[in-house]
């Protein structure tokens, strides 16, 4: 992939989730480093009904948690971006045929990589459309480029941008190059108007090798704190977040 332009947009709002960490207070102490390591915490339930909630994973509740207290989600375009997705219902159903048992209809049907995304659209009413994205360790980079293309296709109507991952469990774990800790986060995005206006572009990555740490939290970090930029360096791309001048 070449590398992107700067690409403009503005942050609305945000919401995150991640064991121990749940209120924007707690957030921003995590972000300027002033947060002792949090104790692991189960997340709060969706505010959703509960013949969709009981459907969703305690992860995928967190991340539609995130989502639901938006302003406009309900009106939104929505980018669902995760690397594993909801693996835990993956792995029921191969643990189903490794038995010669049969596969859940419930797990079959919300298998697949867009199940979370629809579940909120159709609990928020919303009928603007969806998108998930895959990309291995840059799904979250790769996902915030596809928010951001949005308002760029259309200005005038604001994206959700959502983000969800936790580690592949036993015995998938082995093969888990990079793992994050579990996260889930969503972000209203605009093409202008109130809100932090930040540019994201891309480079090239630096040397081989797998990618390291969260980029949704290195994400977090750069928006909740004054730094002037950040990076993180992925598997196949270099991302970069920079804010925008302040107009006098």
């Not at 700067?6 to 480093?33: C, D, I, K, M, Q």
């Amino acid at each position: 992939m070449q590398a992107v332009s700067a690409l403009s947009f503005h942050v609305r709002g945000w919401n995150a989730w991640a064991p121990g960490l749940e209120s924007e207070s707690a957030w921003r102490h995590w972000a300027t480093g002033r947060a002792e390591t949090p104790e692991a915490s189960a997340p709060p339930p969706a505010p959703m009904p509960m013949s969709l909630r009981r459907r969703i994973s305690a992860l995928g509740q967190a991340a539609l948690r995130c989502a639901w207290g938006l302003p406009d989600a309900g009106r939104s375009r929505i980018v669902s971006a995760s690397r594993h997705g909801e693996f835990g219902r993956t792995l029921s159903i191969l643990d189903a045929l490794a038995a010669d048992d049969t596969v859940s209809p419930a797990d079959f049907t919300l298998s697949v990589h867009h199940a979370l995304v629809g579940l909120l659209s159709i609990a928020l009413g919303n009928r603007k459309g969806h998108v998930a994205v895959a990309a291995g360790p840059d799904s979250f980079g790769f996902g915030l480029l596809e928010a951001v293309a949005c308002l760029k296709e259309r200005p005038s109507e604001p994206v959700v941008f959502l983000y969800y991952d936790e580690p592949l469990p036993r015995p998938y774990d082995r093969f888990d190059r990079g793992a994050e800790p579990p996260l889930a986060m969503a972000l209203s995005l605009s093409s202008s108007g109130a809100g932090k206006g930040l540019l994201l572009e891309t480079a090239a990555p630096r040397g081989a090798g797998d990618a390291e740490g969260s980029p949704g939290l290195a994400f977090l970090r750069f928006l909740l704190t004054d730094a002037p930029e950040a990076s993180w360096q992925g598997e196949r791309q270099q991302w970069q977040w920079r804010r925008l001048a302040e107009a006098a």
